[in-house]
């Protein structure tokens, strides 16, 4: 009974010494922080995503592509993310300020999608890697989304929508087509939309070697 007090000292200066760490620090260092502008373009920096690519976000939650992929350019020294130009510089906290939910994630068995938008802008390759992963890259451990889409019948002509380039057992049977859903379009503007290309003043592009 003696020990009690010492018990319940210690565990409150436990308790307290986590809050100032975690959650004291963090808002006292992050909590500032505000979209900058951009000379450029005269919108702010990290940019504004459209509607589309806002519920976009929320469908890559949903569909747990977090599990998998990570959103997060590691600092140089520790990692090879730059040399491997999975982006121009560090991530850091400002890079998250226009995102619902930041999920920069901790496991990278995919890609890093932190600059995907930088790498393509074509919506109908993500949706055929959505749709048939292994019909892209026969050694893909993806899943399918095939659920984010609908495979129908042809109506007169095609839809300007339906996916090109689907072979082998993901092709449609003759007559029918497969088109995105609402979700899957949604997906593929939020998935277009990441760049973080843009220089900031707490991470700098890197000089050109």
């Known amino acids: 009974m003696k020990k009690l ?17 975690i959650v004291a620090y963090s808002n006292n260092n992050l909590a500032h922080l505000e979209p900058l502008p951009d000379e450029e373009t005269g919108g702010t920096l990290p940019p504004t995503l459209s509607g589309l690519a806002v519920i976009g976000e929320k469908v890559y939650a949903a569909n747990g592509c977090i599990e998998c992929h990570t959103q997060q350019v590691r600092s140089a020294p520790l990692t090879t993310d730059i040399q491997k130009e999975l982006g121009k510089r560090q991530t850091v906290a400002r890079d998250y300020l226009r995102r619902t939910t930041a999920m920069p ?25 959505l749709y ?8 893909s451990t993806m899943p399918s989304y095939s659920y984010l889409y609908k495979v129908r019948k042809i109506q007169g002509q095609p839809s300007n929508e339906s996916l090109v380039g689907l072979t082998g057992s993901a092709a449609p049977k003759p007559g029918y087509e497969v088109v995105p ?12 939309s990441l760049n973080q290309s843009y220089p900031l003043p707490e991470s700098p592009a890197p000089p050109a070697q």
């Open 132 to 139: 048939a992963p292994r019909s892209v890259v026969s050694w």
């Open 181 to 192: 859903t609402e979700k899957a379009k949604a997906l593929a503007a939020y998935l277009l």
């Open 105 to 129: 994630g901790t496991l990278r068995i995919g890609q890093d999608l932190s600059n995907y938008g930088t790498r393509t802008d074509d919506a109908n390759a993500i949706h055929l890697k």
């Open 5 to 21: 007090p010492s018990l319940f000292f210690g565990i409150l200066v436990f308790f307290g010494a986590s809050w100032l760490g």
